[in-house]
Every structure is written in C-alpha cells, then in structure tokens.
C-alpha cells in the first residue's frame, strides 16, 4: 500500500453550539481522486478550508506527505504542495490569464522566466492559449473555473483539493472540465479530492468517495459500492426528492 | 512606431507588461517640460517641482498601485528625504551659525538625495513591520498615523530640523535636466519592481487575497517590500524638493501636500504607472490655471476647490482615473488591438 499523501485525523470544528465537522479522517494517495460528497450543509466545505488551512480544527491534525501541517498557514501549505481551487474560481481580474497562473508558479520555481515557461506550457495543456493576455474579469464563468484549475496546477502540487469544479456550468463546459481534470490526475503526480454536487462528475472521475452528513463521515468506498449504499441513498437522496443528481 | 495607450482587451496579443512604457513616459516629461520652459520661461520653476511631483506620486504608485492600499502617510518620507538632504548639504558655515545643532555631515547633492531615499526605505522597513499586517482601510489610516508623527518630531526637534521655522540656505540648484533624470530613474526603479514577481504577486493579493494565499503568496511581507521601495522613491523626491525650494518647514510636508499628491494619483489613475505621471501633470495645469484665476478674480480658495471638485468628479464618474490600468507605450500601427 503507497503512502498518503494527504490525511486527516480526528477533526472537529465547532461553530456556536454547531459541529460542523464531527470526528472526520481523510487520506488521498498520489494519483487518486478521492470524491468528498454529500447534502447541503454537510460540513464539506468547512472540512477543505480545515485541510487547506483557512480555518483552524478544535481537534484533529492535517498531515501532508506525512509531516503535521496543522499550524501552518494557508500560504506555507500552498508552498510546501497543498493547493486548493475555489467554487467562484477567484481569478485575479485585472491580471491577465497569463499572469494568474505566473503568479500561481513563481513560488516554487523562483525565476520569473522559469515560472513563465511554466505557465505557457499549462495555458497550452488546457487549450486556452489565445487567452493568455486576456484579463481574468473578461473570461466566462466556465472558463474562468479551467483557468483557476490550471492556476492551482501551475504551483506544481502534490496534493490539490478542488471545491465544486462543475456548480453553475453547463454540460459542455462541466464536460470539458471533467476531461481535464482527469488528464491532471493520470499525467501528474498529484492527490485529487473533489467536493461536488454533480453525481455525473463524481461517478466518473473519482476512484473513491467519501460521503459527508452532518459533520459526520457515514461512507467510503468505490463509486458502485457508495451508489448503492442505503445510508448514503437515505442522506443524500432523502426518502422522496427522489433521483436528481444520479 | 507612435506612442500609443494600450488597453488590455480580450483576445489582445500584445504584453500589457510592454518593455517601452518606460521610455515612452520619459520622452513625455521631456517634451511636456521642454514646450513649457520655451514658451513659458516664467514657469520654470513650476516645471522643475512639476517633475518632484512625478518622482513622489510615482513612488506613491508603486505602494498604493501595486497593493490597493490608498497611502496617506508618504510625504513622511518625503519629509525624511528633504531633511537628509538639507542637513547633509547645507554649507558648513551656515550651518554653524543657522543649525549649531544639526549633525556635520556633508554629501555631495546626488549622493544626499540618495541618502534621502535609504533613510526613507529604513523607516518604511521598520514601521512596516507593523503597520503591513493590516488590511484594507487600517493600513491607510495606520500611514495617516505615520504622517501625524514624522510631522510633530519634524516640529519639535529644534535642534536637528530648525523646529517649526523650518530649514533655509540648502545648497540651491536642481536643474530642468537632473530633475528629468531623476524623474527618469525613479520610474526604472518602480517599473522594475512592478515587473518583478514581488510585484505580480501584490497584485494578485490585491485582485483577490483569498486566492493568493491559496497559492503560497505572503501578503504582508509583498506588501512591505512594496513599502519600502515606494519609500525609497518618495525619499529622493523629499531631497529633490529641497535642493528645488532650498528652504522648507515641517508644514511643506503635511496635509496640503497629502491632499494633493493623493488627487494627482487618484485623477491619473492609481492602477497605472502613466496615470501617476499624467495625474501630476494635469492636476498641475488645473492649479497652476486656477492660480491665474483667483490672481484675476481676488478669490481665494479656488485652487482648492477646483481640486477637490477634480477629485470628486474622478471617484464619481471614473474611479480608476484617467487611465485605468491602461500603460503608455510605444508601439507599431495595429499592434496594439
């Protein structure tokens, strides 16, 4: 069995009377997409800003290629290869897609010139070169999340977390994302884990998937295995909104 | 090749990073300043100050641009730089009888200006360490602070900056040609510096710091690092002023000063390198105008009206000044759509 790289033991973060995040451990492993789902409110999003360090646990540690990352900040986790993506994608926009993802580079490679050719090669891999001199705020909501993405990838990660890549896109766009998504995973040694709503994008990315319900991780496994698991269809599908996502 | 202004369209294949704003901005100065001392000789003077105005709001760019954080507190630097300056190049014999308690230190005038900028750069270093942790509206009004406290100590320490009399007999003489060289190096240095992956990173945090964060980006120490290049800047045109006026009190560096270097950026545009040199200049015109006005008319005040009344009308109708994030440069025919 390889080595995680990304994990998470124990967490728990508490918001005035609410857990929000209950007692939840996590490992990616290099070269896996791990699939984090479940209902509104779960507490997913809480648990990637935990892991990312944007917010702090009441308990529980955060360990990136097995050394405790727990105390750090969120920007000494992004240099030592802990990257996240955002549900708004955050471009920077008066930057030009170009220099999103220099900025995204530089930290890593050091030279200016380096973190360029870097970001040129990536603009190339995602298909979205005749951008690289357009401002961020020009770009489409679908292409903005694809700039974000290689943005994140543009730091050269080992692990990366990717909050709601497909929510808000049409099918083309959140097809197109997909493919992407999964050419990062195979060609580039990283450990995915991807919040989503869209079941379609989850069942066919992710290689396992964890299903979060009200703080609490009630199921991991295979996506057949999470597709037919009756506490995950009571949760997540509820007794009578029947099958929306599915 | 024309000088053209170029703004960053989609799909536009031209580098808004474009090596020429540089040279572009300088041939600017030199032409507006060469008419203006040919045709209008009585207005040299003005020209010269013109151009301390553009090595100060251009040093103020380069912190206020960069970072998103409106700087009310540079002319504390400015002040720091006429000071050194002053101090280090007042004739001995002067001195001796003007300032007996003033430190014997003498400089030849570049290397005083110099001196001006690092001394700047040292303060802005140390008080930075404080003052960059803070966010948005904090960190200006924490600048304001600045400049309340350089202003009493320049006030009070009599013996070393002449007190609230002020300091004269600084070794006159800036011409139009080293106050244009200066103009031309302190945009090199801020160009260079915004060019810089320090710079593209505070900018980035300024665009969104959630998201530069997120990619390794440490906020405040890009924030002040920024800091203290612009205070290096803002230093030299403090000894830039003083060799211009050869005399100045505590007083030439405080509110009326902030009020109109900050409507010189906000006019210009406080997002572009050109926008600080064009704010300089055309809020000149305006005052320089308006002073021919209340001369002719007897009312006084109206400078700072028309000035204040530009200001407004910026915020109101075109908040990120004449240029927005746009950039002189040189460029072919077409090459810049």
Redesign the interface.
Known sequence: MTEDILSATGLVRRFAGVTAVDDVDLSVRTGEILGLIGPNGAGKTTLVNLV?G?DRPDTGRVFLDGHDITRL????R??RGL????QGA???????VR??L???A???LGS?RR?ESRADELLEYGEVT??R????E?LSAGTQRIVGLL??VA?QPSALLIDEPAAGLNEVESDQLSRLLSAISENMEIGMMIIEHDMKVIMSLCHRVQVLNHGRTIAVGSPDEIRRDPAVLTAYLGSSSGNAHA | MTAVIKR?R???????AHWSTVPALALLLTLVCGVVTLALPQYAAVTVLALVGVVFVVGMQSFAGNSGIFSFGHVAFMAIGAYTTAITTIPEATKKILFPGMPEIALPAPLALVAGGLLAALVAALVGIPLMRLNGLAASLGTFALLNIVYNLANNLDAITGGSTGVSSVAQGLSLTHALAWSAVALLIVWTYQQ??HG??L??AR??D??????????ARERHISFVVSAFVCGLSGGMYAQASGSFSPSSFFLVATFGFVTMLVVGGR?SLTGAVLGVLSITLLREGLKVVEQATQYTGAVEIGMSAAMLLTLLLRPLGLMG?AELVFARRGESR
């Open positions: 990312t944007f900040s969120a920007a000494q992004s240099r990257v996240r993506t955002f955050r471009i920077f926009g008066r930057l030009t220099e999103n220099v900025v995204s530089l930290p890593r200016r973190a005749a951008l001199m357009t401002p961020g020009r943005r994140a730091a | 960053a989609p799909s536009v294949a031209a580098d808004p810089s992956g593209l990173a900018r980035a665009e969104d959630v998201a530069a964060q997120s990619l390794g980006v440490a906020i997002l994030t």
